[in-house]
Nanobody, 120 residues
Framework: QVQVAESGGGLVEAGGSLRLSCAAS????????MGWYRQAPGQERELVAV???????NYEDSVKGRFTISRDNAKNTVYLQMNSLKSEDAAIYYC??????????????WGQGIQVTVSS
């Protein structure tokens, strides 16, 4: 069993910054891919950023240069530093973790979602 907990969302003015965190706990041997998705009202969920076990990162075009994804393997945690926030960044953000459990199974785990609101 793997538990995922997100934190760090909230309300910020346009141009401001927020840092999202996503921590996993439970029967974890290691975490491979870690990513952040977002879903705005009336829109499909989209990939924002992803980081591999080797720390290779990839970003959605609109956030390149503004968002940074990072990970702390010792804490089973992934972060998303969001700078220069725009109104179009407002959404519910979800972390997604590909976890290898202690018994060798590969599981995909989602966070519960955390609201990011950007005021203009």
């Amino acid at each position: 069993q793997v538990q995922v907990a997100e934190s760090g969302g909230g309300l910020v003015e346009a141009g401001g910054s927020l840092r999202l965190s996503c921590a996993a706990s439970g029967s974890i041997a290691r975490i491979n891919r870690m990513g952040w998705y977002r879903q705005a009202p009336g829109q499909e969920r989209e990939l924002v950023a992803v980081i591999s076990s080797g720390c290779i990162t990839n970003y959605e075009d609109s956030v390149k240069g503004r968002f940074t994804i990072s990970r702390d393997n010792a804490k089973n945690t992934v972060y998303l530093q969001m700078n220069s926030l725009k109104s179009e960044d407002a959404a519910i953000y979800y972390c997604n973790l590909v976890v290898i459990t202690n018994w060798g199974a590969s599981t995909t785990n989602w966070g519960q979602g955390i609201q990011v609101t950007v005021s203009s």
